[in-house]
Every structure is written in structure tokens, then in C-alpha cells.
């Protein structure tokens, strides 16, 4: 079983920076892809930035610039800085990993979310 915990949200004033980390545990062998989602009511989950195992990074138009990503492999964490926020990057921001568990099958995971208001 694999756990994805999201940590970091919470309330910023416009122009402000927050930090978020993803930390996924348990029966993972591999990790190929972690991806940072977002979502506000009544829309789609939208991708935020995905980043792959060999390090390539794409991220969605709203945030280059803005956002970065970076990891610590050997903690299977990563972690998401967002610089310079807008009221519009508020939402609630979900990982997703994609891994290959420990019994060889491929599989992935969702954290729980959390949330992030840039306001006033």
C-alpha cells in the first residue's frame, strides 16, 4: 500500500510564496512521475507541473516563472515553491504519483490535497 501526503497550504497575500511538499511511502520500488494538480469548485483538476523520473519538468503556462519544483529522491519527496501568488492560483493542490510497487506492478496514488488561498 502506498500513502501520498501533501503538506504546506494555507492562507498568503497576494505576491507572497508558499512552499509545498509530497512525500509518498510505503511499498514503492520505482517512482516515474510526480505530478502536482490543482482544482477549484465547479472546475476540472488542472495539471500544475509534472515532473518525471529522469527530470524533465512541464509546467502548466499560469505558473512559468513562478513555480518551481525540486526533489529529495532518497526521501521520495517533492517539493513545489511558489513564488509571487495570484488570487487565481488559489485551489486545492493534489499530487499524484505514479510508481512501480514493490511486487513489480504499476499503479498510482493521490494524496488527500491541500489548500491554498491567496487573498487579502
Known amino acids: 500500500q502506498v500513502q501520498v501526503v501533501e503538506s504546506g497550504g494555507g492562507l498568503v497575500q497576494p505576491g507572497g510564496s508558499l512552499g509545498l511538499s509530497c512525500t509518498a511511502s510505503?511499498?514503492?520500488?520505482?517512482?516515474?512521475?510526480i505530478t502536482w494538480y490543482r482544482q477549484v469548485p465547479g472546475k476540472e483538476r488542472e495539471l500544475v507541473v509534472r515532473l518525471t523520473k529522469d527530470g524533465r519538468t512541464v509546467f502548466t503556462d499560469a505558473v512559468k516563472g513562478r513555480f518551481t519544483i525540486s526533489r529529495d529522491s532518497a526521501k521520495n519527496t517533492v517539493y513545489l515553491q511558489m513564488n509571487s501568488l495570484k488570487p487565481e492560483d488559489t485551489a486545492v493542490y493534489y499530487c499524484?504519483?505514479?510508481?512501480?510497487?514493490?511486487?513489480?506492478?504499476?499503479?498510482?496514488?493521490w494524496g488527500q490535497g491541500t489548500q491554498v488561498t491567496v487573498s487579502t
Open positions: 499524484n504519483v505514479v510508481f512501480r510497487s514493490q511486487t513489480q506492478s504499476m499503479s498510482n496514488s
Open positions: 510505503g511499498s514503492i520500488s520505482v517512482i516515474y512521475v
